[in-house]
Every structure is written in C-alpha cells, then in structure tokens.
C-alpha cells in the first residue's frame, strides 16, 4: 500500500512555500512518524457527501442517507446494520454521540423549499434499533446546525429556517426538553457553523473562529481562517491537540489541503493526498483520523460533481 508523507507545520498557506530551516528538521521529524493512508478506493457505502461517522465503543461506524456500517477491525471491513436513518434528509440534521448513546435530533422530509419538520427524539443504546424518546419536543424547529456536547448537555447554535438564521444558544439534559440561554450572541446570526471542544474551550468555526469556556460568553479568535478567502464545507475535528478543518471550499473552489490550529487563533496548510473535496465525513477512532466521502465540481472548470467514497486515515504508522 502506499503512503503519503506529510509534515505538520507549513509556514504559508500556498503550497509553493518553504518553511525555513528549523521547521524543516520539526517537520522531516514528524513526517518520519504520521502520514495519510488509504485504507479502501470503494467503501461499502455509496458516493456521496454530508454524512457522518462516530467511534463508539470500540467500533468505526458511518451514518450514511441510505443505511448505516460498521467496521470492528478499524475500517478494514464493514458490515451494514439494521438500524435505520431515522432522522431521514442527513443533509439538514445530524444524529450525535451522548453519554454512549447515539441521539437522533428531529425528522425531515423535503428540501428547503418545501419540507416537513418533525421534532421528535431517538436514541439507540445497542445500535440496532431506535427508540423514541419523543413524537414531540421543543427542539427548536430549524435545520443546519450542528448539535455538539458541552458539560454533559446537548447543545445547539443557531441554524435557520425558511424565514431567518439564529442567533441564539439552547441546551438539552436529556435531548427532550430544551432551554434557550442566550439570544443575540456576540457573532450575530449563525447557519452551519461546525463546534468542537479542546481544552476545556469550545471553539466555533465558519469562516471565523470565536471561543468561550461557558457556552454563553464568546470571544473572537479571529476574523479569517485563511486571510483573503472564504471557507466553507468542512469537516473538524481535534487530533494530537489541535484543531482539523477537512475538505474545504476555498473561494468557491474545493480543496485537498487541511487546516490546522493549536489555538483557533493560527492556522497552517498540510497537504493531503486525496482529490479536492467538501462535505466530507471524519471522525478521530482509536488515536487515529478517520475520512471518507464528500463532492467536488460546481465550477466552471468542472461543472458536473464528482462524488467519492474512498476511505482514508492519519495517524502514526
């Protein structure tokens, strides 16, 4: 199989840049012990874009539109499952990972130009079937958003709905029965941005980045990840202490370059070796980062979309 060697530190974003002589030796060291790896050309699932992926217990799985696999093996095989998507279109609501279950937030058919949305709950405790915690809640009735987990809560920021994006913050003890604890966040309104959690400090990431220790209070790490461009489409997720941006739209035209930060506040461009992609669906299994999917296309070089399903990790070898 082959591997592809990369560093950790790029002095520029440009992939034309050379990092001086220190960081040089910093990086031949690390590229002596991490590298991508391709681990299948075609997974078990179809090509396609804005899925996700979970460890739990041990186990790699994917939830994908039309089913969900499991690998027990670290994604060398995969089996798919009995347990359906309930939540249904994956492209507007996500399932979440919660005190080792696996919650399904909301049901919704349709598009966004005509939908139905139905507040309802589930949970799976052994990832075969799916229980309804409730036909009705008062999750707030909106889509694109991201639900992440913060002193042992469930939370929300923002998404939006047919009239507006929000701008507020609700959380959840048990996934049924939703608070809202600030409205008006510092950040304005929010559609699609994409939290994670590192040192005890959330990070929440668009094409800025802004931090807090308590959920309600947020301070701007910085106005641009990549100075000059808009970013978008990506997946993160924190690895060997730091934050990891994947499969960027950058100016309206995809990527393969990552994104990485220690601080929210710096960011460098790693090289990847697989072709430029959005939407894709991560995960950090067994110390190691898990990636598949996403799409590329939608400009004028390349007006049709190419869908992938190949699977791919990173980690010590």
């Not at 790029?10 to 002596?32: G, M, N, R, V, W």
């Not at 994670?196 to 790490?221: A, I, P, Y």
Request: hydrophobic share 35%; proline share 3%; glycine share 8%.
């Amino acid at each position: 199989m082959k591997f592809y060697l990369i560093g950790w530190l790029i002095l520029s974003i440009s992939c034309s840049s050379s990092a001086p002589k220190k960081d040089q030796t910093k990086q031949h060291h690390l590229q002596e012990h991490h590298a991508w790896h391709k681990l299948l050309d075609n997974a078990a699932w179809r090509k396609n874009y804005n899925f996700q992926m979970f460890s739990l217990r041990d186990t790699l799985w994917t939830f994908h539109p039309d089913a969900n696999w499991y690998s027990v093996d670290d994604g060398q095989h995969w089996t798919k499952s009995s347990l359906p998507n309930v939540i249904n279109n994956h492209a507007f609501l996500d399932y979440i990972l919660f005190n080792g279950h696996i919650y399904g937030l909301g049901h919704f058919e349709g598009n966004i130009e005509r939908y139905t949305f139905k507040p309802m709950i589930y949970r799976t405790s052994d990832m075969l079937t799916w229980q309804t915690l409730a036909a009705q809640s008062n999750l707030p009735k909106r889509f694109f958003y991201h639900p992440f987990v913060f002193q042992n809560k469930l939370w929300i920021i923002g998404g939006e709905d047919q009239q507006q994006q929000y701008a507020d913050i609700w959380n959840s003890e048990d996934g049924i029965h939703w608070i809202k604890q600030k409205d008006q966040l510092e950040f304005g309104k929010r559609s699609g941005s994409l939290i994670v959690q590192m040192n005890g400090k959330l990070f929440l990431l668009n094409n800025d980045v802004w931090s807090s220790s308590d959920g309600v209070n947020w301070t701007r790490e910085t106005d641009e990840i990549v100075k000059g461009e808009q970013i978008f489409g990506y997946a993160a997720v924190v690895y060997g202490n730091k934050i990891w941006l994947l499969g960027c739209n950058r100016n309206g035209q995809f990527s393969s370059q990552v994104l990485v930060s220690g601080d929210g506040k710096s960011w460098q461009g790693m090289d990847a070796p697989w072709s430029p992609r959005g939407g894709i669906a991560a995960t950090v299994h067994h110390n190691k980062i898990f990636m598949t999917g996403g799409k590329y296309g939608g400009t004028p070089e390349h007006t049709e979309f190419i869908y992938s399903n190949d699977l791919w990790v990173f980690g010590k070898d």
